[in-house]
Each structure stands twice: as C-alpha cells, then as structure tokens.
C-alpha cells in the first residue's frame, strides 16, 4: 500500500537558522512532487510554515490541524487545503497521527520533543504502527541518537524495539524511509515487558 499522508513536527518558531528552514523547504517540495498530503500543526510560521508553503506553492496538498485556542488567536496558516479545529492539544496529536502514514520529525523544541515522544511511545504500545522518522539535520539530533542508542545498549529500550525510531540525514532520505520503511508487525505485548 502506498503511503499518502505525513505529519510533519517541527518548530513554528520564527528565528531559525537558515539551514533548517531550507530542509523544511525542500520537505514540503518533495511532498507536492510525489503526491504525499502534507499533515501538521497548521501554524503559518517557522519550519511549519516554510514547509506548508513550499508544498502548496508546487501543487501539492497541505493538511492542518490546530487547536481551538490558536485558532482563535489568529495563528492558522490561511491557504491551506483542509482545516480540522480540535477541543485542545491532546485532542490534535492524536487528530493528526489519526491521519497520518508516517511521521517525519524536522527540528524543534519542547512541544516538537513532546509530539515526537508521545508517538514514540504509541508505536512502542501499537497503538501507532506507521514510520516515524527524525530529520537529523546538520546533526541536530545527534545528542538524542546517542541517547537512543544508549537505551537499546542498557536495554532500557530492547534490541526488538531499536527500530522504533529510524534516522535521515537528508529530505531525500527522509521521505524514501516514509515511503519504505515497514509496518510494525504485531506482537505480544507481555514480550514488550522487562
């Protein structure tokens, strides 16, 4: 089956360095070039932004989710394809991993880290067996590939799960694990317990 949708985390923050805002770009790009909706958080600035815009300006189709009180606070980006409004921010995590084939996780802080673990976690449990992906761009995610590596090694993690997370160094690569990567096969959950 051929993945369409992809919720992207990532920062909305307006002041970053430029090299993360061209992979958030070309994200976007790639996914107007081959057909795959662009799902997020619906803000219309940083890494949020610059990727909606790029998809949308080459054709391509943008998803946003966003919760009542950033609706109201004027924050949505206005051109994209579709709108869902949700009750809080639980009620849109859950919304856009609902729609989603995949997660790719560009850089950002404290609420991107809080999207990306929580489906993490859901893939651990199966309640989410799609691809999450981390963007590793210009090693930005090297402290929490060390530490990743880290728990698989002290099995705080077990070697079964050590694929639960998978990393890019590039868009290109990025989108080829989204496309690529398997399902997770089901499993017995006591076998997940230590």
Known sequence: MKRKNVCIFCSSGKYIPQIYNNDAHRIGELCAQKGINLINGAGSCGLMGISSDACLANNGTVTGVIPQFMYDLNWAHKGLTQLYITEDMASRKQKMRDLSDGIITLAGGCGTMEELWETVTARHLHFYDHPIIILNTAGFY?????????????????????????????????????????????????????
């Open 142 to 194: 090297n402290p929490i590939k060390e530490w990743f590596n880290a728990c698989v090694k002290e099995q705080f993690v077990r070697e079964a799960n050590s694929d639960i997370i998978s990393f890019a160094d590039t868009p290109e690569e990025a989108i080829r694990l989204f496309e690529e990567l398997p399902e997770r096969v089901d499993c017995d959950l006591q076998d997940e317990r230590h």
